[in-house]
């Protein structure tokens, strides 16, 4: 979705033809020599895989008309999405103070909805901020991507792709222009843009969607989507047939920071591990992020605890989410009926991090049947908090930090008035903070 949750709109990953060996589907350029690409990609397959215990929307065997647009990218024993029920369940038997929700119940098409209508209070400052960054600096940002020679370019938890039109006509009018003076592109004729996302009714909407506002503008770039996570977006990714093409990540709306630092690491680190082919850290050409620095402690509670209750009723949305993944019977309804939780939110300074909480208030007890009919007791007490999503605050200094280890080095960034808001470009290699990054500011 997020997850990110920015970027197109995405939710079940397929490539379901055993990505773990490689098998990528009918595309198969070939290998290339001496470095030379494909100038197409071949028609790639979407792939309808059914799951029993996933409730997020998936795609029915009526709908036809995105299948060569749409690839489901799940692998059927690895990804996120298709163990819900399980992380679920999981989560909520861990010892106390470390209970929890995954916060991918807050991205079907309904939690969607909600995190839109937090987009739009007047105190939630990150969207308009990045907005306004991505307004001014566009023309900046999308020639950087464009003279890093992608060919494929995908955007991280799409979400509804309110941003991704303007980055894209930017970036094809860049294309345009390159083309005019004579300059081409190593790979393909067209860079293909993919909206990675975790609903597939969401994805396939905001697709359409993006089509009219970009089509027939676009001339050097072909639109695309993946049904995922992050984590099978990384897997498809490093396919051996995908290994000749340059890759640029995009991962705006502060997403990334819904991790902590090391997960966040961890997860930029498997989009740039070196692929079976040889070719260096996926062939990686770059990393584009949105990330969110301000520390002032009133602002971001304003932001992320609206007065209009935008944000406790989309956190809340995650036990309507839990409930369907569990389905409990009707005796046990009252485990996640909103009317026996409520919402908190907290600030920690020390760690840069404003935290999302479910707390019972009373004693709340269920069973749950598991698959192969194993019947296992769920109780949560009172006033017990259930961690359900987080949101970091981090400076340059701290993105440089996270992205050390994954081999990536900061090389641009534009930032809004005041520095707190910024929009990174890493490239794979090592370098200080100190040792020559090129900065440029939002400045009026």
């Known amino acids: ?60 065997s009526s709908n036809t008309s995105s299948a060569s647009d749409m690839l489901d ?18 989560s909520l038997l861990q ?18 909805s909600l995190y839109d209508s937090i987009l739009a209070t007047p105190s939630y400052y990150p969207y308009r901020v990045e907005n306004a960054l991505l307004q001014k600096q566009i023309g900046h940002i999308a020639s950087t991507i464009a003279s890093s020679t992608t060919d494929i370019l995908v955007e991280l938890g799409a979400g509804n792709l309110s941003k991704t039109a303007l980055l894209l006509s930017a970036l094809d009018q860049c294309l345009e222009d390159s083309s005019s003076s004579g300059s081409s592109r190593a790979g393909l004729k067209k860079m293909v843009y993919y909206a990675l996302d975790v609903d597939h009714t969401l994805l396939s909407s905001s697709l359409h969607q993006l089509r009219k506002h970009t089509a027939p503008a676009l001339k050097n770039i072909e639109l695309r989507s993946l049904l995922g996570t992050y984590e099978d977006g990384a897997r498809w990714l490093s396919q051996p047939d995908l290994a000749p093409y340059r890759k640029t990540m995009v991962w705006l709306g502060n997403s990334i920071a819904n991790y902590e630092k090391d997960e966040a690491s961890d997860l930029l680190a498997k989009f740039t591990t070196c692929s079976q082919n040889g070719y260096g850290m996926q062939n990686l050409a770059g990393f584009l992020l949105g990330v969110d620095g301000c520390l002032d ?10 007065p209009g209750g935008e944000n406790r009723r989309w ?6 989410a839990a409930g369907e993944q569990l389905q409990l019977q009707p005796r046990d309804s009252d485990m996640f009926d909103e009317k026996n939780w409520k919402f908190e939110g907290r600030w920690d300074g020390e760690r840069q991090r404003y935290e999302n909480y479910l707390v019972p208030k009373r004693k709340l007890e269920a069973v749950v049947t598991c ?12 006033g017990e908090k259930v961690f359900v999503l987080g949101s970091g605050k ?12 994954p081999g990536l080095k900061l090389k641009k960034s534009w930032h809004s008035e005041g520095d707190d808001y910024g929009v990174y470009w890493l490239q794979p290699g090592k370098k200080r903070l100190d040792s020559g990054i090129e900065m440029e500011e939002d400045e009026e």
């Open 1 to 60: 979705m997020a997850q990110v949750l920015p970027s197109p709109g995405v939710e079940s990953h397929p490539f379901h033809q055993n990505t773990k060996d490689g098998n990528v589907s009918s595309f198969s350029p070939g290998a290339p020599s001496s470095m030379s690409v494909p100038r197409t990609l071949p028609s790639l397959l979407y792939h309808h895989h059914h799951h029993q215990h996933h409730h997020l929307s998936t795609p029915s």
């Open 73 to 90: 990218i799940r692998s059927s024993s690895t990804s996120l999405l298709d163990t819900l029920d399980t992380q679920t369940l999981s």
């Open 95 to 112: 010892p106390p103070g470390r209970k929890s929700l995954p916060s991918l119940l807050l991205w079907d098409e309904k939690g969607q």
């Open 297 to 306: 402690q009133e602002k971001v509670e304003r932001a992320y605890n609206a």
């Open 315 to 320: 956190v809340l949305h995650a036990l309507e």
């Open 371 to 382: 698959k192969g009919g194993k019947k296992v007791p769920l109780v949560l007490e009172e």
């Open 394 to 405: 981090w400076t340059a200094r701290d993105v440089q930090g996270i992205c050390e280890g």
